[in-house]
């Protein structure tokens, strides 16, 4: 169930229990008298549910900020050779692309840490134009995350 449905449950049995002073005016006591103590069960169980569902959202929350300061920390922080990556790559607006050898640790490192990714596009390559052909250049651009962070710290990459 949604907390949004849970919440209206919540607060619907709430104006209920609010309501008795004007039960008596209706003569609606014996509603009161057998009902009260499953609206209050009732409230007690959703608004338990609406606590837990605040704190697993907070919880998301706080890891979605650590996970996101982590990758900002990494991509601020890259070895020489991955950083000349990056730099190769942002050399290279508006598509921010290049094409890097796939069997590179350092380009296998950032493929993994979501730098960077590979298009899902097919190369053909001739024998005469690669020196390896089982490490054959693919087309890579950068993540549109990773590049929100560098174009927010472009000095460091240029």
Known sequence: MKSKHKAIIFFFGLVILLLRPIAKFYNMEWFYNKFSWIIILIIAFFG????IDFGEY??????RVLEDKKYKNYILHLSDEKLDI??????????????????DPNVLELFRNQVITRLK???YV???TVEDLNDPPIL??????ALEIIKANEKNFE
């Open 121 to 123: 596009r097919r190369n």
């Open 126 to 128: 001739r024998e005469s």
């Open 48 to 51: 338990v549910t609406l606590i």
């Open 58 to 63: 907070l919880i998301k929350k706080v890891k």
């Open 86 to 103: 990056v730099k190769e790559l942002y050399q290279n607006p508006p598509q921010y692309k290049g094409y890097l050898h796939e069997n």
């Open 140 to 145: 890579y651009i950068l993540q549109p995350h």
